[in-house]
RNA sequence: GGCCCUGUCGUCUAGUGGACUAGGACACCGGCCCUUCAAGCCGGAGACACGGGUUCGAAUCCCGUCAGGGUCACCA
């Protein structure tokens, strides 16, 4: 039995999104729990759309996520290389060989002639196939289009026939081939098209089993058909389902925070955003939900990976990332995270980490996502901005309160322990035959101007007795 | 339009002919706690798309209908 080889083959066109991430995921959690191997390969053979800087995001949010793959254009690999665009002259020999046995063949057709003919199929419902119109063309009308400086573009031959396969995760799916078009698989500049590359790179890199989106399903019986005509065994497919938007369409842009990259900036961690995708269509079968990455592994199945499609939800995620910050992660971990975060949203607090760290260990258990932390970093850090309606309310407050506030402020002493700010702000309260929550209210609304937030003996805690009492003592000026 | 895939609470799912009064999680609603917003704890509401079969028995098997999605590029 050889050893289980798979690979993620994203093109470099855009960001890596939440469903990219998770076929990603899919086949390295394959890999892991088979011990096999897991390629990163890129497929750039759309020079118009691929960019380079795409392909680094790829990457630099695959290592984010910690899928790690053992081959790959980075690391290289005995398979390589592992960028389509650096393998252009491999494919082009395979063309060669398939024209030679009258399995391909030429076509110089121009896009336009196509479009128009796709659009006239399509008015007549039709499915749009190509007619084959240059299967047999004569020397003399090969000439002829040489002399107009056409150049062709290189069609498979689909061979008509009942063509089946077992897929993985779909079972028994089968086709009719006389509804596939044939493809081209050397576009006329010379460059490989998808059908083509992945089949003789999945081939050549020795992959075992493809694991990939349902959108590719169709594909697969043209892929099928070229490994027939080059005499090539196929590897197992399994389609895994499609993640939809909460509208059950295609998950887009415009759906809000669906790349890997905004998830980021928006304050998930990494583990929390693996742990949630990974349920995206499989579940384990003792339906736990909370797991670290090695029990995913243990438990994963390709078996159990559903075959309907799964609709994306974000706030089942905020939740998983609640939780993990609150239950699973270290704090020293969380303060590695803040501090990227800083960067990537490019803030500054300048803090000392041993406070960031008591923030963390007080705060952690309501926060959902990273940059809630934020709230009371943003407290400490910066004087309170005061809106008209606050001032105004300010204002309202009886001016006897504010003196018994100020004045039981000043006389406390210990700044540095939370229950004893608890109990004396109650005494005080108490002492006045005042209702607790007005003082606190009043004295929240002194603080940071605003009516929500973190408890207010942390607030009065953090900001220690100076700070507390310039704080108060500024504002009392003004209203 | 052709072809392909799919259909369990709003969402992710458990379920593979009897253990289903259909279980869990998120969200939602209510209560407790309480200095705000939360968190936490306790409780509640909430689904087998529809119609036919097969069977003693169907969420589970078959057929049809409807609905959703994918795909039909010199994009991947």
Redesign the pocket.
């Known amino acids: 039995m050889s050893i289980i080889r798979v690979r993620f ?3 470099p ?1 855009g960001y890596l999104h939440i469903g990219g991430a998770r076929t990603a995921l899919f086949n390295y959690l394959f890999a892991r729990k088979n011990n096999g191997k897991f390629i990163l390969r890129i ?8 960019k380079r800087e795409y392909e680094d995001v790829i990457i630099r949010d695959l290592k984010w996520l910690n899928i790690e793959w053992d081959e790959g254009p980075d690391i290289g690999g005995d398979y390589g290389p592992y960028r ?1 665009s650096e393998r252009l002259e491999i494919y082009k020999d395979y063309a060669d060989k398939l024209i030679k046995e009258g399995k391909a063949y030429y ?5 336009e ?3 128009i003919q ?1 659009q006239l ?2 008015k007549e ?6 007619d084959r119109r240059c299967l047999n063309l004569t020397t003399k009308k090969k000439q002829e289009y040489e002399l107009q400086g ?4 290189v ?1 498979f031959l689909v061979p008509y026939k009942q063509l089946e396969f077992q ?1 993985l ?8 081939t006389k ?3 044939d ?2 698989i ?4 010379g ?5 083509f ?2 089949v003789i790179d999945d081939h050549l890199m020795e992959i075992t089993h493809v694991i990939r ?7 697969t019986y ?1 892929q099928l058909l070229i490994y027939e005509a080059l005499s090539w065994n196929p590897p197992f497919y399994g ?1 895994i ?2 993640i ?1 938007a ?5 998950l887009s842009k415009r759906h809000g925070a669906t790349s890997v990259e905004e998830l980021r900036k928006l304050g998930f961690i990494n583990k929390a955003v693996v742990n ?1 995708i990974a ?9 736990t ?2 797991m670290p990455i090695n029990e995913i592994i243990e438990k994963f199945d390709l ?11 974000i ?6 990332n ?2 993990y910050i ?1 239950n699973i992660l270290q704090n020293t971990e969380i303060l590695q995270a803040l501090k990227e975060l800083e960067k990537l949203n490019e803030l500054e607090y300048n803090l000392q980490d041993n406070l960031k760290l008591r923030v963390i260990e007080l705060e952690k ?4 996502l990273l940059t ?1 932390f934020f709230e009371l970093f943003d407290i400490i850090q910066y004087d309170p901005i005061f809106s008209d309606d606050i001032l105004n309310e300010l204002n309202n407050f009886d001016k006897n309160i504010f003196e018994i506030v100020i004045n039981s402020l000043n006389e406390f002493d210990n700044y540095d322990d ?1 229950e004893k ?2 109990s004396y ?2 005494d005080v309260a108490k002492k006045n035959n005042l ?3 007005s ?3 009043l004295i ?1 609304l002194l603080l940071t101007g ?9 607030i009065i805690y953090f900001l220690g007795k100076k700070e507390t009492i310039k704080r108060i003592n500024k504002i009392k000026e003004i209203v």
């Open positions: 083959a994203p093109s066109t497929e750039d053979t759309d020079f118009e759309r691929s389509q076509c110089y057709c121009t896009e002639e196509l479009e796709r199929q399509l419902k039709k499915p749009p196939i190509y056409r150049k062709p573009s069609r897929d995760i779909h079972g028994r799916l089968s086709i009719d509804l596939v078009s493809p081209i050397l576009k006329s500049n460059v490989p098209t998808y059908n590359g992945v989106g349902d959108e590719h399903l169709d594909n043209r389609h389902p499609m939809l909460p509208d059950r369409s295609k949630y349920l995206l269509g499989w579940s384990p079968k003792d339906n939900e909370i078996s159990g990976v559903l075959d309907h499609p799964a609709v994306y939800d706030e089942k995620m905020k939740y998983f609640h939780y609150a258990n309501r926060i959902y809630d939370i700010i608890k702000l109650k209702k607790p929550g003082i606190y209210k929240r605003k009516h929500e937030g973190p408890e207010l003996p942390k």
